[in-house]
């Protein structure tokens, strides 16, 4: 089972959890009382379905998720940034969440 390390950086607050090969990183880390979202986006967000760009995280390594899909390039995010919701869960990674205002 691969094994996340989540860091807010709103609250600096650190949590590790594992998921199934394949999970959903949003899923994973609410799932486990951890958060992907700053302040009031928590609760005004597209439940994960990929349209706000609200769940944007930095992932290292890249290799260790899937690549970058329709949702992301519209967003035009950053190269070590996807969005949560999108993000599936293939080897250990780093997230740096809670980035987006």
Same mark, same amino acid.
């Given at each position: 089972?691969?094994?996340?390390? !989540? ?9 590790e959890l594992k ?10 880390? $609410?799932?486990?009382? &951890?958060?992907?979202?700053? &302040?009031?986006?928590?609760? $005004?967000?597209?439940?994960? =379905? &990929?349209?706000? &760009?609200?769940? @944007? !995280?930095?992932?290292?390594? $890249?290799?260790? @998720? ?8 519209? =967003? ?10 999108? !993000? ?6 780093? @997230?740096?969440?809670?980035? !987006?205002?």
């Amino acid at each position: 089972m691969p094994k996340i390390k !989540v860091i807010n950086t709103e609250t600096d607050e650190t949590i590790e959890l594992k998921a199934g090969y394949g999970a959903n990183l949003r899923k994973a880390v $609410l799932f486990n009382e &951890g958060e992907v979202y700053k &302040g009031l986006n928590k609760f $005004l967000n597209c439940r994960g =379905h &990929g349209m706000c &760009g609200k769940c @944007v !995280v930095e992932i290292e390594p $890249l290799e260790n @998720v899937n690549p970058r899909g329709f949702f992301e390039n519209i =967003h035009k995010l950053e190269a070590n940034q996807k969005l949560g919701c999108r !993000v599936k869960v293939l080897g250990d990674i780093t @997230v740096k969440a809670a980035i !987006v205002d």
